[in-house]
């Protein structure tokens, strides 16, 4: 069976597919050098494949939800409040915002004005695990705040030796929670933006990691995650 993992920006995504090429798992490209083609001809071939999360619903509906049925699917969730600033944080330092913008204002751009920034602080994440909202396709979602236990199961899963996940493609910025301190109606938006992820993703206010697994998704958690 081929395990598809399936990216989501800002989910530690550089360091998860850095293991798994490691490992000799195949990368599908991006954007024009991406050919569904190929990911065709690799599927039951290929133990894993790694596709880019902007192109998730351009797949599911030319590959199929019979092929996936076929396949181990994996992605990776974040806390959707931490995300934001993360992917804020991330656009400021590629320089696709300047060093003086809000999360507020990230969030306000859409994906027709600039791409980039939407796709890492706009785009929700269940675009990458669902056929549509709360309608799951995912096997397995690597929970970020738990993300080398859960990156060791999924190792299990291939057959691959454990290791040690690597730190990458990190940008910095202040304790999450101190943003929307210092801009109060910062929650609101990011809650009103990202109504479909807080659906489907057990996160709250008061807590940095889930609350459990998202539905479809039967990967024990660890034991300490409360």
Request: net charge positive; aromatic share 8%; hydrophobic share 35%.
């Amino acid at each position: 069976m081929t395990t598809l993992f399936i990216r989501n920006p800002k989910t530690a995504g550089s360091s998860i597919v850095t293991r798994l090429k490691d490992h000799g798992a195949w990368e599908a490209g991006y954007g024009k050098s991406f050919r569904l083609a190929d990911v065709k001809k690799r599927l039951g071939n290929e133990h894993c494949i790694i596709l880019p999360g902007g192109m998730r619903h351009h797949i599911t509906k030319r590959l199929g939800l019979e092929a996936l049925a076929a396949c181990w699917v994996v992605s990776a969730m974040r806390n959707p409040y931490a995300r934001v600033i993360s992917g804020w944080a991330h656009c400021i330092k590629k320089g696709w915002l300047a060093a003086s913008s809000t999360p507020r204002e990230a969030m306000k751009i859409t994906a027709a004005r600039h791409p980039h920034i939407w796709h890492h602080v706009g785009r929700q994440q269940w675009r990458s695990m669902c056929q549509g909202p709360g309608k799951p396709i995912v096997d397995q979602v690597l929970v970020f705040e738990w993300l080398q236990h859960d990156f060791d199961l999924l190792c299990d899963h291939l057959g691959y030796e454990r290791s040690t996940l690597p730190t990458l493609n990190q940008s910095e910025h202040k304790p999450w929670r101190s943003y929307y301190t210092d801009d109060p109606g910062l929650r609101k938006l990011v809650e009103n933006k990202m109504r479909e992820d807080f659906k489907l993703l057990p996160y709250r206010w008061d807590l940095d990691g889930p609350t459990g697994r998202i539905r479809g998704a039967n990967t024990p958690c660890p034991k300490d995650c409360t």
